[in-house]
């Protein structure tokens, strides 16, 4: 399954739309289905649990860019703040280009 933003922006507005309306043949378990594409009923939790995890990364120092990289989506997280260029700070929670929570090691 998808788990990017946009995947997770479709699915909550699919089960949204549920909330309001009928289920798909009256059954949470066929209106589960028909949303993440599962074929059972723990494929479904297992569908719904990756889109409510983000993805993960870890932030390592590249020397050779002089900043500091996502392991998700290769970004170099260098930005700007306050009108002086600097890189990220270590203790991003969140990539700032593609959203992975970033995990630190023993986490």
């Known amino acids: 399954m998808d788990t990017s933003n946009d995947a997770r922006r479709e699915v909550a507005r699919q089960l949204n739309h549920y909330a309001y309306n009928e289920l798909e043949g009256g059954s949470l378990l066929k209106t589960l289905k028909a949303v993440t594409g599962a074929t059972s009923w723990r494929g479904c939790l297992t569908e719904l649990a990756m889109l409510i995890k983000p993805n993960e990364c870890h932030m390592y120092y590249d020397r050779k860019l002089d900043s500091y990289m996502c392991t998700h989506c290769g970004e170099s997280l260098e930005?700007?703040?306050?009108?002086?260029?600097?890189h990220v700070d270590k203790d991003y929670r969140f990539c700032p280009s593609c959203g992975a929570e970033v995990v630190r090691d023993g986490e």
Do not use: A, E, L, T
């Open 79 to 86: 930005f700007i703040s306050y009108g002086v260029s600097r």
